[in-house]
């Protein structure tokens, strides 16, 4: 056995070249699921992960249509029934990427810098997608064989809210049938390792408030129409109190408590100095109502993503505009129902029309937060890859992110999770997105040895 994870680590590490340049090619793919100009791209995408899979020896490789963006899937199921079954989930598709300027080389023409390859998704979630790849690419070349019967599914829409999941999990159970599910929708730390046990449910929604049928000329007008730039603008403000929690009518009836234990886990996994390097402010906001942590996590949130309307180009124009626009997500936890929240919000929203202003909320995703338990034989697993490989165990974090399609699992499948991820990098979700490339061959070996872990955990 540990034969056998020697020479998988040596493959991975005797084909670091094409593997860059693989995970090169993947990067170039414009798999941005929020947004419909670039189906094709995201579709590619999954149409050449699909041939990777052949390529390494997977069965049943498929590009499964869906309402939305395709899902890709992949099996290997010849370890024999005494040996456990692992659904392995990623995500191929990956955000936007303006602000353009902002980003120091083309965000789909990878590029390495000082060791960090720079592209959008490069952590967030391709470094999943190519670091599975990669380890079973080298067990299958080296070996001949896994040790244990995989599932790979690779989801198309995880960075727009997984409108399409949630009948496709329904749908497709037999399919995703497992002993535990994988989640490497994460990061690789070398120097602080964590597995997120739990995120954030989520909502997002986007209101529209109009009036006058153009826009209209401020001094004849102005004193006699409302302007619904000033009504958006009330709707935002109105949305937290002075301490920062939001007043949405029943917005907090159904938000559980959390027991001491957990309060300890969240206050352990919780990485200050981290978090406000990052962010380059103190994270000071709602202070009074709890911890950083515990805001941060297990309280409900509610920002605005983006405002428009109105004249925005060089020097004044005086108008009252016809319409104004804005863009919300809610951060839901347990156990926030999000089709109760969602028309909570609606309702609150649309109370703010008046006579010659309307009001309009378009609720986009709904999904309910995630947790896995935290003790469990699957979490020793990653526990003990980490320890052979770094050294040292990861800390559990709990996320103040959302992967709406860990929720479904867990409440239409009842399949025990637990997580691991592969790139160690920054700036997700944000422009110069890196992977650092040195650490990620180190995360193929923690994978290599987590697969070999988890292929013992059959009772
Ligand atoms: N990988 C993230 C989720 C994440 C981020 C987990 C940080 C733990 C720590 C995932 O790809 C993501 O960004 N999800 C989106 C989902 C949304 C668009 C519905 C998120 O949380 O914003
Ligand atoms: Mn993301």
Redesign the pocket.
Known sequence: MTDTIQAAIQYAHHHKEESIEGFMKLLSFASISADPAYKKDVRACAEWIVAELKRIGFENCQVINTDGHPVVYADWLHAGDDKPTVLVYD?YDV?PVDPLPLWNSEPFTAEIREGKLYARGAT??KAGVWGNLKVFEAMLAANGTLPLNIKFFIEGE?????PSMEPFVAAHKDLLKADVLLNC??GYDPKNPEI?YA?RG?I?AEVKVTGPKADLHSGQYGGVVQNPLHVAGKIIGSFHDAAGRVQIPGYHDAVASVDAAEQERIQAGWQAEKMKTEAGVELSWGSTIASDAERATVYPTLDINGIWGGYQGPGSKTIIPAEASFKVTMRLVPHQNPHEIAQAFKKYVESFATETVKVTVKIG?E?YPFAMDTDSIYMDAVQQALESTLGKRAKLVR??????ILGMFNRLIGVPMTGFGYGEGEN??SPNEYVVIDTFFDALEAGIRLYHNLAETKK
Do not use: M, R
């Open positions: 995500h955000q967030d979630n995880e960075e727009s809210g997984s929708d994460g997120y995120g989520i997002s995703e999904a996320a103040g992110g959302s992967i709406p997700i979700h």
